[in-house]
């Protein structure tokens, strides 16, 4: 039998002044004691008090109390049910109460978190590209592979549909038709007899609204076969029949490494109206030095350049708005390139992502004759 989730409920005041932490220690310990809790006591001279409080089905309590005036209640139970979820707000309501007895209106703030569920059988926490944590509304775990290549998840959501999660990074949601519109060019363009360029893009988004738009050949270069048939089977709203077929009447999705397939290009001489990277963010470390990432995403812009028209134009996205460090030095890198270019960028609400995303479209500067 599997072992039962852990609930963390958390509540903090904080206090117009300092706390008289023995007074505000002996004012809440009746609340635990009531539900025959052991307590143990810990204190410091000059930083307060801290009080633990265990049940004997494993549930427990930590009160930390703050002289300069932080009290922090901690609660983590075992019991997700109704009756468990009603006993531990009966708790925190008692201790909310005898809280605003003791000072009288001299409270700033108090701050009730909705609880984390931690070790659930679904898990619907996922941080954003800054660091912030999201809950989902995810209610089912659709599919979950380890590929050679990574961990890939499809949770359904039940506000985004289903989500594509590959390593642990939040990709693509069925809500996501504005991430394929932006990195497409959000509708300026006209695909019409073009020749275009995919690097990654496995979960066939960007396939599928591009031969609407009667292309002459697309070419998709995703390297995971198992990104593919997890998405053709459980992302249809994204990629509709077009993962189905590994070719069509104008595309074709070849399953490789996208380097050695830019280089070929290069060394033949062939040239794409366009080329969509949808490899990966900009990434968020700032030492391009010491990140292979940053490597890797100089080596794809430089092999993409080669494969560009003149007039032709390089889709990519950035990364989340608040990351400017990182995307400040994604467009220094811009400069280094082999070949100048100038670019433009555009921010973008995607619904599943939950933050503004930034994309670019990047094209070779056009030289004087």
Partial sequence: MAA???????LDFLLGATADCNAVLKALQPIFQEQGMTETVHNWEDHGYLATYIKKNGSFANLR???????????????DHTKGREEVDQLLNKVEERMKELFHGNIK???RLPAILRGGVIDRYWPTADGRLVEYDIDE??????????????????????????????NLAESDLAYTQAIMGSGKEDYTGKEVLILGGGDGGILYEIVKLKPKMVTMVEIDQMVI??????????????????KGECYQVLIEDCIPVLKRYAKEGRMFDYVINDLTAVPISTSP???????????????????????GKYFTQGNCINLTDALTLYEEQLSRLYCPVEFSKETVCVPSYMELWVFYTIWKKQTDI
């Fill in 4 to 10: 039962a989730a852990a609930r963390h409920s958390t």
């Fill in 109 to 111: 703030r108090v701050k």
């Fill in 229 to 246: 048939d997890g998405c053709k089977k459980y992302m249809r709203k994204t990629c509709g029949d077009v993962l189905d077929n590994l």
């Fill in 141 to 170: 775990v659709v599919y979950d592979e380890d590929s050679p290549f990574q961990n890939i998840k499809i949770l359904h959501s039940k506000q985004f549909g289903n989500i594509l999660i590959l390593s642990g990074d939040v």
């Fill in 289 to 311: 030095e010491e990140d292979s990432t940053w490597e890797f995403l100089r080596l794809i812009l430089d092999l993409s350049m080669k494969v560009l028209k003149q007039d």
């Fill in 65 to 79: 109390i703050h002289p300069h005036g932080l009290v922090l209640v901690d609660l983590q139970s075992y019991n």
